[in-house]
């Protein structure tokens, strides 16, 4: 470390050359005074190890970004993070597009961070841009907080190279992200995803003291403000999606919405004007931006009931049937209902998606009666969502597909179907996340608000609940109960083992036979491109060897799937039981599910042997 340096900051040396070159480069290219506040007590505190956690090592540029706490450190949100990951960005992209320096960036934010912290949303797009505009090349800068889903919509619209989401969704509110979509407007994928970690790293110095000026998005003329023309062609194009204005207007229902803390507020208001209904009731607490969540101890709407207070306190005393949640950057949907004498039904993403997919496919119907428009039209799911959407498709007559876990791999799989005329109507993937219609590449909250709403009022006319419309698909085309968990295990070898057990359950290169006494027919491992279930025994979902995925189809009918999360120190666990129609005897189901389960982890994971930590959601 340079003596003037270590005079500066009144320390002689870590004892660690590796740390004292990390705390060098760190003091030498941050400008925030915020974050080096941070490292300079962390060194003259002599908290080593604190600074190892901090400084030597970086963040995963991992599924479609960066998601990690705001502070100091190359494994933290913050200025000097975002600019390095923006200038590898702006290399990477400037290599792939000939027309790169015409067609620009495009970049939005939510409320994350107090401004005091240096770390906040606005500040880190503002920087964003920054790096962007010093190589003259143009930015769409949002000049306010936007829905997430906005920005790979502008993408597209726009005809943009790329976009730049700053978010950390429903994360707790210490964190922030760094979210990266393609010219396609889907999340990016590989070998893009790759390729510009390696850019990121070959740019880690800050290109000039003007990556640093958030203010030169004020008087740079190559910055644009596409606010309020992507908002009125987000809104007209949502109109797409309204089949009953008529009977909206005249909606005797009445709708609660949290935007939880975020941005979804005014972009719901608007989505439900352009249905044709009164405004939804706000939650007064919630309704504004607040990135402390004061009111939520976790500001994921997906955690349920629990979360849910506020909102269906507030429906009670507004006589509101429906409520519907936002979460912070509006891309995911909670939705619950008053059923009367019943209490608050909260609908889980897969009972949500079964709805949806119904509405979306009764209302195509009603508009394409020609039996062959049907051939092109598509609904999606990931692989570990419920397969409702599959029975839905066979018996109807549309296509059904599935893809990895996550919804970068449906965004691209929608862009793919387009370019060959076919049409997406519905996508989901469990954890609360919706796509109606094809729009936006992405799951969107705003959207599916409104169209709730919507397929709400419908039913309400012809007696109906959502409940009771549930009840009606599963009675018709057979009942989809599914049950997801997960087990913590801090101990990574410890996953390995686990997976490589099952792999080789019965001797080398053999996978467990039956789980709960019952016949397990078909065994895909994607980890290994494994898939009993084809001629070839090759999975037709692609390979993905960054994570442990398997799933077992039983001849009882439970689909079941271990997983290990992306994020975090987890093997989740996916089961479903898909009965034939008019099997009606629902305990009967679910005690079958719940011992299929408890067999899965028990046998499978075996919970005390390894030291794993149960947990049920």
Same mark, same amino acid.
């Given at each position: 470390?340079?003596?003037?340096?270590?005079?500066?900051?009144?320390?002689?040396?870590?004892?660690?050359p590796?740390? =004292?070159?990390? #705390? &060098?480069?760190?003091l030498?290219?941050?400008?925030? $005074?915020?974050?080096?506040?941070? !490292?300079e007590? %962390?060194?003259?505190?002599?908290?080593?190890?604190?600074?190892?956690?901090?400084?030597?090592?970086?963040?995963?540029?991992?599924?479609?970004?960066?998601?990690?706490?705001?502070?100091?450190?190359?494994?933290?949100?913050?200025?000097?993070?975002?600019?390095?990951?923006?200038?590898?960005?702006f290399?990477?992209?400037?290599?792939?597009?000939?027309?790169?320096?015409?067609?620009?960036?495009?970049?939005?934010?939510?409320?994350?961070?107090?401004?005091?912290?240096?770390?906040?949303?606005?500040?880190?797009?503002?920087?964003?841009?920054?790096?962007?505009?010093?190589? =003259?090349?143009? #930015? &769409?800068?949002?000049?306010?907080?936007?829905?997430? $889903?906005?920005?790979p919509?502008? !993408?597209?619209? %726009?005809?943009?190279?790329?976009?730049?989401?700053?978010t950390?969704?429903?994360?707790?509110?210490?964190?922030?992200?760094?979210?990266?979509?393609?010219?396609?407007?889907?999340?990016?994928?590989?070998?893009?995803?790759?390729?510009?970690?390696?850019?990121?790293?070959?740019?880690?110095?800050?290109?000039?003291?003007?990556?640093?000026?958030?203010?030169?998005?004020?008087?740079?003329?190559?910055?644009?403000?596409?606010?309020?023309?992507?908002?009125?062609?987000?809104?007209?194009?949502?109109?797409?999606?309204?089949?009953?204005?008529?009977?909206?207007?005249?909606?005797?229902?009445?709708?609660?919405?949290?935007?939880?803390?975020?941005?979804?507020?005014?972009?719901?208001?608007?989505?439900?004007?352009?249905?044709?209904?009164?405004?939804?009731?706000?939650?007064?607490?919630?309704?504004?931006?607040?990135?402390?969540?004061?009111?939520?101890?976790?500001?994921?709407?997906?955690?349920?009931?629990?979360?849910?207070?506020?909102?269906?306190?507030?429906?009670?005393?507004?006589?509101?049937?429906?409520?519907?949640?936002?979460?912070?950057?509006?891309d995911?949907?909670?939705?619950?209902?008053n059923?009367?004498?019943?209490?608050?039904?909260?609908?889980?993403?897969?009972?949500?998606?079964?709805?949806?997919?119904?509405?979306?496919?009764?209302?195509?119907?009603?508009?394409?009666?020609?039996?062959?428009?049907?051939?092109?039209?598509?609904?999606?799911?990931?692989?570990?969502?419920?397969?409702?959407?599959?029975?839905?498709?066979?018996?109807?007559?549309?296509?059904?597909?599935?893809?990895?876990?996550?919804?970068?791999?449906?965004?691209?799989?929608?862009?793919?179907?387009?370019?060959?005329?076919?049409?997406?109507?519905?996508?989901?993937?469990?954890?609360?996340?919706?796509?109606?219609?094809?729009?936006?590449?992405?799951k969107?909250?705003?959207?599916?608000?409104?169209?709730?709403?919507?397929?709400?009022?419908?039913?309400?006319?012809?007696?109906?609940?959502?409940?009771?419309?549930?009840?009606?698909?599963?009675?018709?085309?057979?009942?989809?109960?599914?049950?997801?968990?997960?087990?913590?295990?801090?101990?990574?070898?410890?996953?390995?083992?686990?997976?490589?057990?099952?792999?080789?359950?019965?001797?080398?290169?053999?996978?467990?036979?039956?789980?709960?006494g019952?016949?397990?027919?078909?065994?895909?491992?994607?980890t290994?491109?494994?898939?009993?279930?084809?001629?070839?025994?090759?999975?037709?979902?692609?390979?993905?060897?960054?994570?442990?995925?398997?799933?077992?189809?039983?001849?009882?009918?439970?689909?079941?799937?271990?997983?290990?999360?992306?994020?975090?120190?987890?093997?989740?666990?996916?089961?479903?039981?898909?009965?034939?129609?008019?099997?009606?005897?629902?305990?009967?189901?679910?005690?079958?599910?719940?011992?299929?389960t408890?067999?899965?982890?028990?046998?499978?994971?075996?919970?005390?042997?390894?030291?794993?930590?149960?947990?049920?959601?």
């Amino acid at each position: 470390m340079d003596a003037d340096l270590n005079a500066n900051i009144g320390l002689q040396g870590t004892g660690d050359p590796q740390l =004292d070159k990390a #705390v &060098h480069q760190w003091l030498r290219w941050d400008r925030n $005074p915020w974050t080096r506040a941070q !490292v300079e007590a %962390l060194v003259g505190g002599g908290a080593l190890e604190e600074l190892r956690s901090r400084l030597c090592s970086r963040m995963s540029f991992g599924t479609a970004g960066l998601r990690a706490p705001m502070g100091a450190g190359f494994n933290r949100i913050n200025d000097l993070t975002v600019i390095q990951s923006t200038q590898g960005l702006f290399s990477y992209l400037s290599r792939y597009f000939p027309d790169f320096g015409r067609r620009g960036v495009v970049v939005g934010f939510d409320t994350r961070g107090q401004e005091a912290s240096g770390c906040s949303s606005l500040r880190l797009a503002k920087l964003t841009a920054a790096v962007v505009l010093s190589r =003259d090349v143009p #930015v &769409h800068l949002f000049s306010s907080y936007v829905p997430t $889903p906005y920005v790979p919509y502008a !993408v597209k619209k %726009l005809q943009a190279a790329a976009g730049v989401m700053i978010t950390a969704s429903h994360n707790p509110k210490e964190d922030n992200g760094y979210k990266v979509y393609w010219c396609n407007g889907a999340q990016i994928s590989s070998p893009h995803d790759k390729e510009i970690l390696r850019s990121i790293e070959e740019e880690l110095e800050p290109w000039s003291v003007s990556c640093w000026d958030e203010e030169v998005v004020e008087h740079c003329p190559l910055r644009t403000d596409p606010l309020s023309h992507i908002n009125s062609c987000y809104m007209d194009e949502l109109s797409s999606l309204c089949f009953h204005r008529d009977l909206n207007t005249r909606c005797a229902l009445k709708f609660v919405h949290s935007s939880f803390h975020g941005v979804g507020h005014v972009f719901v208001q608007q989505a439900f004007q352009v249905f044709g209904f009164a405004p939804p009731i706000a939650v007064p607490e919630q309704r504004d931006p607040d990135p402390d969540f004061p009111t939520v101890r976790c500001p994921n709407p997906e955690e349920g009931a629990s979360v849910l207070e506020l909102s269906l306190l507030l429906a009670e005393k507004e006589n509101a049937r429906v409520v519907v949640v936002t979460d912070p950057d509006a891309d995911r949907l909670a939705v619950a209902e008053n059923v009367d004498g019943c209490g608050w039904k909260v609908f889980t993403g897969n009972e949500m998606a079964a709805l949806l997919g119904w509405w979306m496919f009764f209302n195509w119907k009603e508009t394409h009666p020609d039996p062959g428009d049907t051939q092109n039209v598509f609904m999606l799911a990931t692989t570990v969502s419920s397969k409702i959407l599959q029975t839905l498709a066979r018996i109807e007559g549309f296509n059904y597909e599935e893809t990895l876990p996550g919804f970068k791999w449906i965004g691209n799989r929608i862009h793919e179907l387009s370019k060959t005329g076919n049409r997406v109507i519905f996508s989901f993937e469990e954890s609360i996340g919706f796509l109606c219609g094809s729009m936006v590449p992405e799951k969107d909250g705003v959207s599916c608000a409104v169209v709730v709403a919507e397929m709400s009022s419908y039913l309400y006319e012809q007696k109906l609940s959502l409940k009771q419309q549930l009840l009606n698909i599963y009675q018709t085309y057979g009942y989809h109960m599914s049950r997801t968990s997960y087990v913590v295990c801090n101990d990574p070898p410890t996953i390995l083992k686990i997976f490589a057990r099952i792999r080789n359950f019965h001797g080398e290169g053999s996978y467990p036979e039956t789980c709960a006494g019952v016949r397990i027919v078909h065994v895909r491992d994607v980890t290994t491109g494994y898939d009993s279930s084809q001629p070839d025994c090759k999975s037709v979902l692609p390979v993905s060897r960054s994570g442990q995925m398997i799933t077992f189809t039983l001849q009882n009918g439970v689909v079941a799937t271990l997983r290990t999360s992306g994020t975090e120190p987890k093997i989740k666990f996916y089961s479903e039981l898909c009965a034939a129609p008019g099997n009606s005897d629902v305990s009967f189901l679910e005690a079958e599910l719940k011992k299929v389960t408890d067999a899965l982890v028990d046998d499978f994971l075996e919970p005390e042997k390894n030291n794993l930590i149960r947990r049920f959601v």
